[in-house]
């Protein structure tokens, strides 16, 4: 529905042509779409299936296995990224059959590395966030304000250059904003927030900070909770 409307409003329907401003608008709005959903594993795909574990009872088992808790964590975020990579791709195949239009990809080389980028990022916050899970118990309540944050604040649908003052501020202290600047000015040629690169090199250092973070806070929470024998608590 979404992108029905976008299209409706923006694009002239059937059209074949070259890229237009109304592919352009389509391809912000998509690209925008895929960075919340591939942020959205970070959430719903590690935090939130940690935190069913421990409601059904069977994270204390999963513990006790001879492996790596860190394999369970990585798998639970690989088959979300497997099944949030068909969302965006049948979404981008249903806008070109709908709508007659492509996703327009600038500079793919730069896109993928951009993406990937975000995704190390993503696991590192996922790790964080299934420490979370481990300790607090309203969890709904905290992912929803963190995934809201982000499309209000991020810059997924709309210029972070457009937010009034005091606004503006919080879209910059937040890390996940640089990576939705990165992927739009890759795919759409959108202005950066600074020079792309020196944006590219700032991000590429975040997400490897973010993962050494993610996994350093994750054995503290493990540990903590172990001791505590906290792992399968409701």
């Known amino acids: 529905m979404f992108f029905a409307l976008a299209m409706f409003l923006f694009a002239p329907i059937g059209s074949t042509a070259t ?8 391809s912000y709005f998509y690209w925008g779409f895929v960075f919340v959903i591939l942020f959205s594993t970070s959430i719903w795909g590690i935090g939130n299936s940690v935190r069913n574990e421990q409601l059904e009872g069977t994270m204390e088992q999963l513990f006790m296995a001879p492996i790596s808790r860190l394999t369970l964590i990585v798998g639970k975020w690989a088959r979300t990224l497997l099944t949030d990579s068909i969302v965006v791709s049948y979404t981008g195949l249903i806008i070109l059959l709908v709508g007659g239009l492509s996703i327009r990809v600038a500079n793919p ?5 951009s993406i990937g980028l975000f995704e190390l990022a993503i696991l590192g916050f996922g790790l964080i966030f299934a420490a979370i899970a481990f300790k607090l118990k309203a969890f ?16 997924a649908f709309f210029p972070v250059a457009l937010l009034p003052f005091p606004f503006v501020l919080i879209s910059l202290a937040i890390p996940f904003t640089y990576y939705a600047d990165m992927i739009k000015f890759a795919a759409v040629e959108s202005p950066t927030l600074i020079n792309w690169s020196i944006e590219l090199l700032f991000v590429a250092g975040l997400s490897v900070m973010m993962l050494l973070v993610g996994l350093q806070v994750f054995r503290w929470v493990e540990r903590s909770v172990k001791t505590k024998g906290q792992i399968g608590t409701h």
């Open 109 to 113: 080389i730069l896109l993928l590395i």
């Open 19 to 26: 890229p237009s401003p109304s592919s352009n608008i389509i």
């Open 140 to 155: 709904n309540t905290i992912a929803n304000f963190f995934q809201f944050m982000l499309i209000i604040f991020g810059g």
